[in-house]
Protein backbone atom coordinates (compact mmCIF):
# COMPACT_ATOMS: atom_id res chain seq x y z
CA UNK A 1 0.00 0.00 0.00
CA UNK A 2 3.24 2.15 0.69
CA UNK A 3 4.12 2.04 -2.83
CA UNK A 4 0.92 2.69 -4.40
CA UNK A 5 0.58 6.20 -2.55
CA UNK A 6 4.44 6.99 -3.77
CA UNK A 7 2.74 7.30 -7.14
CA UNK A 8 2.01 10.15 -9.12
CA UNK A 9 -1.59 10.74 -9.79
CA UNK A 10 -1.99 10.02 -13.30
CA UNK A 11 -0.89 6.60 -12.09
CA UNK A 12 -3.34 6.67 -9.35
CA UNK A 13 -6.21 7.57 -10.95
CA UNK A 14 -5.22 5.52 -14.47
CA UNK A 15 -4.98 2.41 -12.20
CA UNK A 16 -8.14 3.01 -10.07
CA UNK A 17 -10.46 3.85 -13.26
CA UNK A 18 -8.97 0.46 -15.00
CA UNK A 19 -9.60 -1.65 -12.33
CA UNK A 20 -13.08 -0.03 -11.31
CA UNK A 21 -14.01 -0.20 -15.58
CA UNK A 22 -12.77 -4.04 -16.04
CA UNK A 23 -13.61 -5.43 -12.48
CA UNK A 24 -17.40 -6.17 -13.49
CA UNK A 25 -17.03 -7.26 -17.14
CA UNK A 26 -14.43 -9.62 -15.71
CA UNK A 27 -16.33 -10.78 -13.07
CA UNK A 28 -19.11 -11.53 -15.01
CA UNK A 29 -17.54 -13.37 -17.72
CA UNK A 30 -15.58 -15.23 -14.57
CA UNK A 31 -19.03 -16.49 -12.73
CA UNK A 32 -20.71 -17.28 -16.51
CA UNK A 33 -17.59 -19.27 -17.35
CA UNK A 34 -18.17 -20.93 -13.79
CA UNK A 35 -21.65 -21.96 -14.43
CA UNK A 36 -22.72 -19.72 -11.30
CA UNK A 37 -24.79 -17.10 -13.21
CA UNK A 38 -26.02 -17.60 -16.79
CA UNK A 39 -24.93 -13.86 -18.56
CA UNK A 40 -26.39 -14.32 -21.87
CA UNK A 41 -24.86 -10.56 -22.93
CA UNK A 42 -23.39 -8.02 -20.56
CA UNK A 43 -23.44 -5.25 -22.89
CA UNK A 44 -23.42 -2.51 -20.31
CA UNK A 45 -20.32 -4.01 -18.61
CA UNK A 46 -18.77 -4.14 -21.54
CA UNK A 47 -19.70 -0.28 -22.39
CA UNK A 48 -18.39 0.61 -18.81
CA UNK A 49 -14.76 -1.21 -19.92
CA UNK A 50 -14.65 0.06 -23.38
CA UNK A 51 -15.03 3.78 -22.29
CA UNK A 52 -12.51 3.52 -18.90
CA UNK A 53 -10.06 1.34 -20.34
CA UNK A 54 -8.40 3.67 -23.13
CA UNK A 55 -8.63 6.62 -20.97
CA UNK A 56 -6.86 4.58 -18.13
CA UNK A 57 -4.18 3.33 -20.30
CA UNK A 58 -3.18 6.74 -21.24
CA UNK A 59 -3.48 8.49 -17.54
CA UNK A 60 -0.85 5.46 -16.73
CA UNK A 61 1.42 5.65 -19.98
CA UNK A 62 1.30 9.48 -18.91
CA UNK A 63 2.60 8.60 -15.01
CA UNK A 64 5.49 6.67 -16.20
CA UNK A 65 6.17 9.19 -19.16
CA UNK A 66 6.51 12.13 -15.76
CA UNK A 67 8.25 9.85 -13.55
CA UNK A 68 10.50 9.02 -15.87
CA UNK A 69 11.56 12.52 -16.79
CA UNK A 70 11.49 13.33 -13.21
CA UNK A 71 14.38 10.92 -12.73
Known sequence: MNRF??????IKI?????VI???PLLIVILTDTLGI???PNPV???IMFFI???PAII???IGIIKK???K
Open 5 to 10: LKLNLP
Open 14 to 18: GVLLL
Open 52 to 54: TFW
Open 59 to 61: LII
Open 37 to 39: IDA
Open 44 to 46: GFG
Open 21 to 23: GTS
Open 68 to 70: VLK
